[in-house]
């Protein structure tokens, strides 16, 4: 119930906690910013031109898309919004992708079945013919670890995840009460079982919530992300927050990248969220002006999230 | 976890509470740890929360006894109370992992093997402390609190249903409070095999007929409908909701 988190800060005196080999340093990255007024209509072709921007090349590739998926509360906006991701699907298979899956592990609830209905998920993937993988259920195997923030040494990782050609993290744009910000690289969580980690995902928290959010983003290294921003949601964020029109997708070859504009587009100052600067220096690029913006200007665009109620370096259910 | 995949405790030692399995009971005993524990190693920490239903499924002999004696012997990390997170700091409780800290289901599943297995433990009051501390503001359980950031927390049924399997007969109002909620959330949630599964056990096991036969009825269609996603657990879950002899008599 209450974890004790291990600090980003007194973790980053150690001068280079990943493997050099394993993490070339970061290049130029791609975000395109889009709008979108609701989830109604036109996301297919929304999402297409989204990805043709950043140069998506999933040709022949095997997608996985990895959709932030907790709880489900009819009067909020904790999930991705499934038309969104189904609208993704169609715009994958469009690109020349060879399959595209959707998985999921909900870092709240063990009845995934009861989330996915309830959300409406299964509904939208039935209708683009999708399947669903629950990652909290399917194979693991154990990756050693080349990036350090944890003391974890070595992750279970679903075999989904690990048998992608391309993962698409699909977070919701929200804030959260313990790590500021859910956007792709938190949305990582939900990669890891919690019949391993427990829930919701309570290992990680002892973990430390930030480092593991760098190890994690370091084992899986999505390859593109989609943030719903259409409606996110601000205030006491991850679950328990209110739901925000703010109108944009934020699409990306580079997680850090899309964190970056993601939190600024949330009126947030990137570079005062640790664990996003700290995933610059390794993991992709947080530096501004080696990201190629596309599509519209953010700046016009930014919406003031309400900020959570910060829980000060505990973490919890 | 899944049909193919490796064998793992939690579902192991389910199918053997519900089906009765000696293959499946002389597994679980051949991958009992020698502290006792069912446990999965993540880094430096133990996931161990498979212990307590391991023990109940071991049945009575010697290996249950090293269970039970590892569950006694294990319990959560005890943690402050704060503003953020108010609780009674007197109850530990059962953690995910080896540890950390309390959280309702693996509390429960503790209690289970306790109350079946060792029904003098002094740990008993201590994890029955914990579930009245932790209950829902309007009844009920959530995963972890009762209240968080000044949020209170709902229950859900899954949850509630494992708290309720723990506490019979442990703490009547309690028991009473959490059966009303599990009656309302069970057909809220109903769209998920886990929860009914696992609110049907609780039902029958609290002799809830009426609610129990409403349960069966959805689980029987939602299992010929879905399979339930072929997640193991769940799967195991109902069969234990769906065997003739009641659950309670589990030990």
Known sequence: MVAGGVSLRRLLREPQPWDEA???????????????????????????????????????????????????????????????????????????????????????????????????????????????????????????????????????????????????????????????????????????????????????????????????????????????????????????????????????????????????????????????????????QADRDRIEQRGEDPEGLIRSFAPPPLGAGIAAG | MRRGQPSEAEPTALAVLALDDARARTWLAEHQREDGSFSIDVGPYVNDSATGLGALALGSGAERERALDYLESSRALRVESTAAIPIDESAIGWAWARGTASWVEPTARALWALRVGRPSSATIKDAVDLLRDRESVDGGWNYGNRVVLGEDLPPFAQTTAAALIGLLGLDPDLESRGLDTLSRLWRVESAGGLSLATALVAFRVHGRANEARAARTALDRLVDGTRLLDDGVALCWAALAMRPRSPETIG
């Open chain 1, 22 to 284: 394993a993490f070339r340093p970061p290049g130029t990255a791609h975000v395109a910013v889009l709008t979108a007024s609701g989830y109604d209509s036109g996301l297919e072709v929304t999402v297409l031109e989204g990805l043709r921007a950043i140069g998506a090349d999933v040709r022949g590739a095997n997608v996985l898309l990895k959709p932030n998926l907790v709880e489900f509360d009819p009067t909020t906006a904790i999930n991705t919004e499934p038309r969104l991701i189904a609208a993704a699907v169609l715009a994958f298979r469009r690109l020349g992708a060879a399959s595209v899956r959707v998985g999921e592990g909900p870092g709240h609830r063990r009845d995934v079945q009861d989330v996915v209905t309830r959300s409406g998920l299964a509904e939208a993937l039935t209708g683009v013919e999708a399947p669903f993988v629950d990652l909290n259920a399917a194979a693991v195997r154990r990756v050693t670890l080349r990036s350090h923030y944890t003391d974890l040494g070595e992750l279970w990782l679903p075999a989904p995840v690990l048998d992608a050609d391309v993962v698409v993290s699909m977070p919701k744009m929200k804030t959260h009460h313990w790590a500021g910000v859910t956007l792709s690289l938190k949305n990582l969580f939900g990669t890891l079982p919690g019949r391993v980690y427990g829930w919701p995902k309570n290992i990680l928290h002892w973990a430390g919530i930030e480092p593991s959010i760098l190890d994690i983003g370091g084992a899986v290294r999505p390859s593109y992300a989609i943030i719903d921003g259409i409606v996110g949601m601000e205030g006491n964020g991850p679950i328990s927050g209110d739901p925000i029109e703010s109108g944009v997708l934020v699409f990306s070859n580079d997680p850090v990248a899309a964190d970056s504009i993601g939190a600024s587009l949330m009126g947030s100052d990137p570079e005062r969220i640790p664990y996003i600067t700290e995933a610059g220096r390794f993991l992709g």
